[in-house]
């Protein structure tokens, strides 16, 4: 790691908790809540949730085969048209530089969730963001995760 940052800014480390803690909280399913996870990793390179999200993601119950193939989820028929929808959302917001936000895709998201679960899905897309680009910037640790998580 080059920074130990947890200890350096131990008040960021605790607002990142707190807004995680919120989106965690989410209604959402929680198997797609880890594949959002696991995407925007992907995006962005970051091994070490791609580590955490991966194990959480079985921990739950996801399946390894779906997990396999969620980097290349529109050509695998393993997904519903809501998880379809919701990966596209967090793709577009993990690039938004290049992609932004575009009606099309929100015009999905309003088939399959409603505007509370559009909101949470967004924040629980935001906060991986900020989790990868600190994990990325700080070189995370990466082999030593275990999940905590359980089946619901």
Not at 26 to 55: F, V
Not at 82 to 93: D, F, G, I, R, V
């Amino acid at each position: 790691m080059r920074i130990d940052w947890y200890k350096i800014s131990a008040e960021g480390y605790k607002a990142m908790l707190e807004f995680e803690k919120f989106a965690h909280k989410s209604r959402l399913d929680h198997k797609l809540l880890e594949l959002i996870k696991i995407r925007a990793s992907q995006i962005n390179g970051c091994a070490h949730c791609l580590e955490m999200h991966t194990k959480d993601a079985i921990a739950i119950g996801e399946s390894e085969q779906r997990l396999f193939v969620v980097a290349a989820w529109r050509e695998a028929p393993f997904f519903s048209e809501k998880e379809k929808a919701a990966l596209a959302w967090c793709e577009s917001l993990t690039e938004l530089s290049s992609k932004g936000a575009p009606e099309n895709l929100y015009r999905d998201l309003q088939k399959h969730f409603t505007d509370r679960e559009i909101t949470e899905l967004t924040i629980a897309i935001i906060a991986i963001n900020g989790w990868n680009r600190l994990a990325v910037s700080f070189h995370s640790d990466v082999g030593n995760y275990i999940s905590q998580r359980r089946k619901d």
